[in-house]
C-alpha cells in the first residue's frame, strides 16, 4: 500500500523571523537541558543534579503569543461578533467543526500580483480557468503570494496580495469553508490599505476579506508556507486548529497530502 507524500505547509511560531508587526511578535524563552536540571530539583527533595544521566534534565520553553501567532486558523468570531448577515453569533475557533479541515485542496497562484493588491471575483475565476479546476463545496482553497519570497527577511508583513470582499464571496458562496494564504493577512497589507483610504476616505476597503465573513462565516489560514511546492489541485489539506476556549483563532499545523509518486 502506497503511502501518501506529506508537504509540511506550516510557518513555524519564531522570535527570530519577522512575521508579524511590533508588538505582536512572539517571545520565547529556552531553558536547556543544565537548566532543566535544577528546575527538577524542586520536584524531587534531595535529588542531586549529579543523580540525573550526565547531569541533564529537560529541555522546556516558556512562549508569549498571540493566538494569531505562526500558522493559524481564524475563526468567525475574529471578523465581527455576527456572521450570515447579523442572524446568528459569529462561532469562535472551540466551536469550530473538524470535518471542516480535511478536505480536498485548491491553490492559486497569485505570485505575480503587487504587493498590496486587492485580487478580485474575476482574478479568482481566471485562475481556476488556468489550473482546470471546477471549485467543490469544501474545498479548501489556499492563496501563493508573493509573500512567500519574503518570508525570513524585514518586509514580510508588508509583502504580498490580498484577497478583497468580492474574491472572498465568491469562493464562500460556492461552498468553500477553508482558504488559507501565506501572507500576513487575508487582506492586503495594512500599508497599502492605509494608503488608499487616505485617498478615497472610504471605510469599506478596511479589512474587507475578513469582513465578508459577516455576510457568510467562513475560517481563514494565515502565514502557511512552502505552497509553492504544490499543484494547483489534486491534493488533501490536513489543518486542524489548536482549541483554544471562546478564542478568535488557534494555532494551526497544516500539511497537504499528495498521492505517492
Not at 469582513?211 to 457568510?216: D, L, T, Y
Not at 489543518?239 to 499545523?253: H, L, T
Amino acid at each position: 500500500m502506497s503511502r501518501p507524500v506529506f508537504i509540511d505547509i506550516s510557518m513555524p511560531i519564531s522570535a527570530e523571523i519577522v512575521t508579524d508587526p511590533e508588538p505582536l511578535r512572539p517571545k520565547i524563552s529556552y531553558s536547556d537541558h543544565a537548566q532543566g536540571a535544577l528546575q527538577m530539583l524542586h520536584f524531587f527533595p534531595g535529588l542531586s543534579v549529579s543523580d540525573l544521566p550526565e547531569s541533564q534534565g529537560w529541555a522546556v520553553e516558556d512562549l508569549q503569543l498571540s493566538a494569531h501567532s505562526g500558522s493559524h486558523m481564524d475563526a468567525p468570531w475574529h471578523y465581527h461578533a455576527t456572521t450570515d448577515h447579523g442572524t446568528r453569533r459569529s462561532p469562535t475557533i472551540d466551536e469550530a467543526p473538524l470535518d471542516l479541515f480535511w478536505r480536498p485542496g485548491v491553490k492559486l497562484d497569485f505570485r505575480h500580483f503587487a504587493d498590496g493588491y486587492v485580487a478580485t471575483a474575476s482574478d479568482v475565476e481566471a485562475e481556476l480557468q488556468r489550473i482546470g479546476h471546477v471549485l467543490q463545496p469544501f474545498d479548501i482553497v489556499l492563496v501563493n503570494t508573493s509573500a512567500a519570497a519574503a518570508y525570513g527577511g524585514p518586509n514580510f508583513v508588508n509583502s504580498g496580495c490580498g484577497i478583497g470582499r468580492e474574491a472572498t464571496l465568491y469562493l464562500t458562496e460556492r461552498g468553500v469553508q477553508v482558504v488559507g494564504t501565506d501572507a500576513w493577512s487575508w487582506d492586503a497589507p495594512f500599508a497599502y490599505t492605509a494608503q488608499r483610504y487616505a485617498q478615497e476616505h472610504n471605510p469599506e476597503i478596511i479589512w474587507e476579506g475578513h469582513k465578508a465573513g459577516r455576510e457568510m462565516p467562513y475560517y481563514q489560514m494565515e502565514k502557511l508556507h512552502n505552497l509553492e511546492s504544490l499543484p494547483g489541485s489534486g491534493f488533501t489539506v490536513v489543518c486542524f486548529p489548536v482549541k483554544i476556549a471562546r478564542a478568535s483563532a488557534g494555532w494551526v499545523r497544516a500539511v497537504a497530502m499528495l498521492d505517492a509518486l
